[in-house]
C-alpha cells in the first residue's frame, strides 16, 4: 500500500482503466458552479472560457487557474488560447473524434 501523498501522478496515465472517466469526473468537480453557470466548459484537459466581457472573463479565467492549482493541476501558458473563437475549437474536437473513430475501425477490421 502506498502512503498517502507519496505518489502524485504528474501527467495523465492512459494504460490505467477509467482514468480519462475519473479525470473529467475529477475536473466537473472542481469547476462545478462555473460548469453549471454556462461559464465554463470542461472536456478531459480542455477548458473553455465561454464569455464575452472582458473584464469578466479575466475574473472567470483567474478564477479557472486559481482552482486547478488548489487541486496540483497545472497550466502549461504555452499551450493557453486566450479569446479563441468557438468554432475552431469545435473543429479541434470534430478532427480528435474522427482519428478515434478511426482507430477504432481499424482495430476492429484487424
Given at each position: 500500500?502506498?502512503?498517502?501523498?507519496?505518489?502524485?501522478?504528474?501527467?495523465?496515465?492512459?494504460?490505467?482503466t477509467n482514468l480519462?472517466?475519473?479525470?473529467?469526473?475529477?475536473?466537473?468537480?472542481?469547476?462545478?458552479?462555473?460548469?453549471?453557470?454556462?461559464?465554463?466548459?470542461?472536456?478531459?484537459?480542455?477548458?473553455?472560457?465561454?464569455?464575452?466581457?472582458?473584464?469578466?472573463?479575466?475574473?472567470?479565467?483567474?478564477?479557472?487557474?486559481?482552482?486547478?492549482?488548489?487541486?496540483?493541476?497545472?497550466?502549461?501558458l504555452e499551450k493557453?488560447?486566450?479569446?479563441?473563437?468557438p468554432f475552431l475549437?469545435?473543429?479541434?474536437?470534430?478532427?480528435?473524434?474522427?482519428?478515434?473513430?478511426?482507430?477504432?475501425?481499424?482495430?476492429?477490421?484487424?
Amino acid at each position: 500500500m502506498i502512503p498517502k501523498m507519496l505518489f502524485e501522478p504528474t501527467v495523465i496515465f492512459f494504460g490505467l482503466t477509467n482514468l480519462l472517466a475519473t479525470f473529467q469526473a475529477m475536473m466537473n468537480k472542481i469547476l462545478k458552479n462555473l460548469i453549471n453557470t454556462g461559464e465554463v466548459a470542461s472536456f478531459i484537459d480542455n477548458v473553455i472560457v465561454r464569455i464575452e466581457e472582458e473584464e469578466r472573463y479575466d475574473k472567470v479565467v483567474k478564477e479557472v487557474v486559481k482552482r486547478l492549482e488548489e487541486n496540483d493541476l497545472y497550466v502549461k501558458l504555452e499551450k493557453c488560447k486566450f479569446f479563441y473563437f468557438p468554432f475552431l475549437y469545435l473543429l479541434s474536437i470534430f478532427h480528435y473524434l474522427t482519428s478515434i473513430h478511426n482507430w477504432i475501425n481499424e482495430r476492429s477490421n484487424k
